[in-house]
Structures are given as structure tokens and as C-alpha cells.
């Protein structure tokens, strides 16, 4: 189970560093997604934070209506 992470914030806010496992879990707080999203989101496109948010949300489904 996911744990908040303390109140700090990353060294760097416009890139996802996931060889620290602290920055791991505060960036999967803050895109609402697992770390395996995570990592294939940063496969996929990087570690720009911009291009993650917009990766995460092409990949997720979109609500029923």
C-alpha cells in the first residue's frame, strides 16, 4: 500500500527522477497513477514532467457516458 510521501518537493519539478524512491512515490501521488504507470509513461516519452501528463492522459481509458 502506497504511502503519503513527506511534505518536500523534488530537486528538480520538471523531470521525474526514478532512481530516487522517494521522488517515485511523490510523482505517482501527484500523476494519480502505480509506479508501473509510472516507469512505462517514462519509457514511452521521458522524463519530462509535461510529457508525462500528456502520455497518462492518452493512455487511460475515458469515462463511459
Known amino acids: 500500500m502506497r504511502t ?3 511534505h518536500r518537493a523534488p530537486a528538480d519539478r520538471l523531470r521525474v527522477n526514478l532512481s530516487d524512491p522517494w521522488e517515485e512515490l511523490y510523482w505517482g501521488e501527484k500523476f494519480g ?3 508501473e504507470q509510472l516507469r512505462a509513461a517514462v519509457d514511452a516519452v521521458g522524463v519530462q514532467v509535461s510529457d508525462i501528463w ?3 492522459a492518452n493512455s487511460r481509458p475515458s469515462p463511459l457516458r
Open 4 to 6: 503519503q510521501p513527506p
Open 33 to 35: 497513477c502505480t509506479s
Open 54 to 56: 500528456a502520455w497518462l
